[in-house]
């Protein structure tokens, strides 16, 4: 028989325990290369759309924006039946933004914070 086929005290092992063995030596290494290409890869398209959203955000969804962010949350309050800077869970679950957190007058800040911050993250 080969000699892969013992172990060091020499009791055999059938192709079963190879294969296993194979299993457990593979995923001791890892697909480390895999792994890496396909994390920098997800940040590079995460990246893009930061940088995106760090351009566009203000004239789409600005203060002064087509459709601004302080009137959509307003209609989001109006729905729930909240008063100014008033969360509750069921809102937040609902419809899960930072902006229910910011001020209505930091809108714009607060794009550009969230768009650099997460431009900062995916490096």
Same mark, same amino acid.
């Given at each position: 028989l080969p000699p892969h086929y013992f172990i060091q005290?020499? /009791? +055999? =092992?059938? *192709? *079963?325990d190879d294969k296993q063995d194979f299993i457990n030596r593979t995923e001791l290494r890892g697909f480390w290369l895999t792994r890496i290409v396909f /994390? +920098? &890869?997800?940040? @590079?398209?995460?990246?893009?759309?930061?940088a995106v959203s760090l351009f566009q955000n203000k004239a789409l969804i600005g203060s002064n924006g087509i459709l601004p962010i302080p009137a959509y949350m307003e209609q989001l309050r109006n729905h729930f039946n909240l008063k100014?800077?008033?969360?509750?869970? +069921? &809102?937040? =679950?609902? $419809?899960?933004? /930072? @902006?229910? @957190?910011? $001020?209505? *007058?930091?809108?714009?800040t607060a794009l550009a914070l969230i768009s650099t911050s997460g431009l900062k993250y995916t490096n």
């Open positions: 005290s020499n /009791l +055999r =092992m059938s *192709k *079963k /994390l +920098r &890869s997800l940040a @590079f398209i995460y990246c893009i759309g930061f100014a800077e008033e969360v509750t869970t +069921r &809102s937040f =679950m609902a $419809v899960p933004t /930072l @902006f229910w @957190f910011v $001020v209505e *007058k930091h809108t714009d």
